[in-house]
């Protein structure tokens, strides 16, 4: 120790031209990272990687065999995925799925938007009325669907009855062309609150000067809204829009409380095809169609952070 | 500032942009808080959409079978069945349910915060480093992959390792929420000066006391975003439990909730007591820290 010291302290002077050993030395010392840094990541990324990474390959290995959930299986190459693409129940789950999250997405994001408006607005009893909004957050999805089950199967057909709706009269939930519309329902009330709180951090985040200006300006209320808060708010439509779209792909419990997925397959949305093939002896298959679900939600991702990034451009 | 609570920095300027919303009173200040009332009448009718099907789930669980009857079931019973509690408790066998819940959701809430902490803080205080910008990388891609991809062969590998029980559902919580909780940690730790270390340090601190004594505490309002999602995720999910936990005995309050469906004859008292039984717990917590909760959930939105 003492004769590098010493040498350090001998090639200091000339240490104008060639950078002396001392001071990379030191460069390396303060470069050295605390192990303990590494022990804060590396248990929490390897589970990680146990538990979700390794689940994620284990699939796409069976989604290329005959596997049935037990016992023997062979490769067979790419023919579970072939035969998805031939199969109308996989289809049909698809559609119903992808036209199930475009209407909730668009119907949750309007009441978010008109409910955190108005909790935004000058409206008496406002923390009151903000807590009622949000209750149905805290709500389990499964509990709230099975109230929501006995409303429509029970509540809404007499109450029809009563007043003459001879559509109404019958359960919705046991219609094949309006069971569909019962989850929508659901789902918007249970997550529009998520959304309304992501919108009113928006229209906060709107500084007041510039809806001074406007009323100088003699714009009126609806015409602000138009011109000022939506564009302004831009950025947080776009997440509820990315986060809900994404989130309603995967819907699941709402349609277990509600329709179980009938009548016959009209509600079977893709996560319960795929959950079905724990059980349902098409293990294997069930991955092929996981495995293409996934590809399909990693393009919309894909586009969605094209379209976020050229209106980053834009603006 | 009773009314603007939702704590974001903004806020204070509330009552003067609020005006503007109505269009009616142009010219007042922040004094001249004049009310809209068409619009508060509208809001509370608006309400009225939560409120119903809450009002009907108490008004159910108070009925006997015969007050169910045929009717629409939005009438308030009298006399009130209070007995229906008392069996919906012992059909559900709700003390192990309870437990069975509360001890998913403490593990998982605890796990949340200890994990996604951790991980955060040793990410961005070695950003410049490439194994831990890869580990963010990593991690946030996960968040592309959609939970049914992976649940076939990860139910089959926790079956095999044992983890077909409560242990088993607090340890993919965890692993579940870790992305999303670290980016919200991430960008938190970022704002806290490294200075405030450094200190620490020259006085002799390790990294695990810098973090324990110093980092986490200045955590604190990130850390009741993450535990409040952690809790309402843990305490809520049907999926995981449903699957995992082999032990029918061992499975948690919206699992059990299962018990009233499909069965031939529904006994739909029983059934609205149980279910009001599994809400009350978030609801009453949330009624009471409602300001609390609403600001945790407000810091994660705005990130």
């Known amino acids: 120790m003492t004769t590098t010291s010493e040498m350090a302290q001998v090639s200091q002077p000339a240490a104008s031209t060639v950078p002396p050993k001392a001071t990379s030395r030191a460069i390396r010392s303060k470069n050295r990272i605390d192990p303990t840094y590494y022990w804060m990541v590396v248990p929490v990324l390897a589970l990680f990687a146990f538990f979700i990474t390794l689940p994620a390959l284990v699939g796409v290995f069976f989604s290329l065999t005959n596997y049935a959930g037990y016992g023997d299986w062979k490769f067979i190459g790419l023919s579970n995925y072939v035969n998805i693409f031939k199969d109308p129940a996989i289809l049909q789950s698809y559609i119903f799925t992808f036209v199930f999250a475009l209407t909730t997405t668009v119907v949750v994001n309007i009441v978010a938007l008109a409910i955190a408006l108005g909790l935004n607005a000058k409206i008496k009893w406002r923390t009151g009325i903000r807590t009622v909004f949000f209750i149905p957050m805290v709500l389990s999805a499964l509990v709230v669907s099975f109230v929501f089950n006995y409303l429509f199967s029970n509540t809404l057909p007499v109450l029809a009855d009563r007043f003459g709706v001879t559509p109404l009269a019958t359960s919705i939930l046991a219609n094949e062309n309006l069971a569909w519309l019962a989850i929508v329902l659901v789902t918007v009330w249970q997550a529009a609150p998520g959304a309304t709180i992501i919108y009113l951090a928006g229209l906060q985040s709107v500084p007041a000067e510039v809806y001074e200006a406007a009323d100088l300006d003699g714009a009126g209320s609806f015409r602000q809204f138009l011109s000022l808060t939506l564009p302004l708010i831009l950025g947080y439509l776009v997440i509820n829009v990315i986060l809900g779209f994404k989130g309603f792909l995967g819907t699941y419990e709402i349609i277990v409380g509600l329709t179980g997925g009938g009548p016959g397959m009209a509600t079977q949305s893709v996560a319960m095809r795929i959950f079905s093939g724990f059980t349902g002896g098409d293990y294997s298959y069930q991955m092929a169609n996981a495995v293409i679900y996934f590809l399909i939600t990693l393009l919309i991702s894909v586009i969605q952070l094209r379209l976020i990034q050229r209106r980053g451009v834009s603006l | ?303």
Request: with cysteine.
């Open chain 2, 1 to 303: 500032m009773t009314a603007s609570t939702l704590s974001s920095p903004g806020n204070r300027t509330n009552p003067l942009r609020r005006e503007n919303w109505s269009g009616r009173t142009r010219k007042s200040g922040r004094e001249g808080y004049k009310v809209n009332w068409w619009l508060t009448a509208l809001m509370l009718v608006a309400s009225l959409t939560v409120l119903l099907p809450l009002y009907f789930t108490v008004a159910m669980a108070l009925k006997s079978p015969d007050q169910i009857g045929t009717g629409t079931g939005l009438a308030w019973p009298n006399p009130m069945n209070w007995e229906n509690f008392a069996a919906a408790y012992v059909a559900t066998n709700f003390p192990v349910a309870f437990m069975s819940t509360a001890f998913v959701t403490v593990f998982s809430v605890l796990g949340s915060l200890a994990c996604s902490s951790l991980v955060a803080y040793a990410i961005a205080r070695n950003w410049n480093r490439r194994f831990f910008r890869g580990s963010f990388v990593y991690l946030l891609s996960a968040m592309f992959i959609p939970f049914p991809v992976i649940i076939l062969p990860l139910i089959k590998q926790t079956a095999l390792l044992g983890l077909d029980n409560p242990g088993g559902v607090v340890f993919l919580h965890v692993l579940g929420g870790i992305s999303f909780n670290t980016l919200l940690y991430i960008a938190f730790v970022r704002s806290i000066p490294v200075e405030l270390e450094e200190s620490a340090r020259l006085d002799g601190a390790t990294t695990w006391q810098v973090f324990r004594k110093i980092i986490f505490p200045l955590l604190a309002p990130m850390n009741a975003t993450v535990g409040i999602f952690a809790f309402l995720g843990s305490w809520n999910d049907f999926l995981l439990p449903q699957m995992m936990i082999a032990d029918p005995a061992l499975q948690t309050l919206p699992v059990v909730q299962m018990l009233f469906q499909g069965e031939f004859n529904t006994n739909y008292s029983l059934a609205f007591a149980s279910y009001l039984m599994a809400m009350a717990p978030t609801l009453v917590v949330y009624i009471l820290a409602q300001r609390w909760v609403l600001s945790g959930v407000m810091r994660g939105a705005v990130k």
